[in-house]
């Protein structure tokens, strides 16, 4: 059976992403706060109009964004993950990155100009691939 879901193989890329995506989602809900101001409330009580209720939510939200945004802002400080920290795991090579290099040098090696025996191939992929895993 054929997975539905990706693993997380870059999880500071992935947390770093999702910061980013709670951050957008809270601008967006500043931007319906500010339009806030031009909507006619009547907040009375019991009798409270369905604009009065949207306004409410509105408020909901945003305070939720915000309150998440903070959480997640206050993790990632607290993890060290820094603008150096997501730039190091940024540059790192993926791991379908490693296997196109590993790829890639072992088509080499069992190329027939460069003469290698079928065990020599064999043995120089296993230490490209030891030497792939120890960089990363």
Same mark, same amino acid.
Request: aromatic fraction near 6%; charged fraction near 15%; proline fraction near 3%.
């Given at each position: 059976m054929k997975e539905l879901v990706e693993p997380v193989t870059d999880p500071v890329a992935y947390y770093a992403r999702l910061a980013g995506e709670m951050w957008a989602f809270k601008e967006l809900a500043a931007q319906q706060m500010e339009e806030l101001?031009?909507? /006619? !409330?009547? !907040?009375? %009580?019991? %009798?409270?109009?369905?604009?009065g /209720?949207?306004?409410?939510?509105?408020?909901?939200?945003?305070?939720a964004a915000v309150a998440q945004c903070d959480r997640t802002l206050g993790n990632m400080v607290r993890l060290g993950l820094d603008a150096k920290a997501l730039q190091v795991a940024q540059e790192r090579p993926s791991r379908e990155a490693a296997a196109t290099v590993l790829a890639a040098v072992q088509a080499a090696a069992a190329d027939p100009e460069? %003469?290698?025996t079928p065990a020599q191939v064999q043995a120089f992929g296993a230490a490209v691939r030891k030497a792939l895993e120890a960089a990363s």
């Open positions: 101001s031009s909507w /006619e !409330l009547t !907040l009375t %009580g019991p %009798g409270d109009s369905l604009l /209720e949207q306004a409410r939510a509105v408020i909901g939200v945003y305070q460069v %003469g290698m």
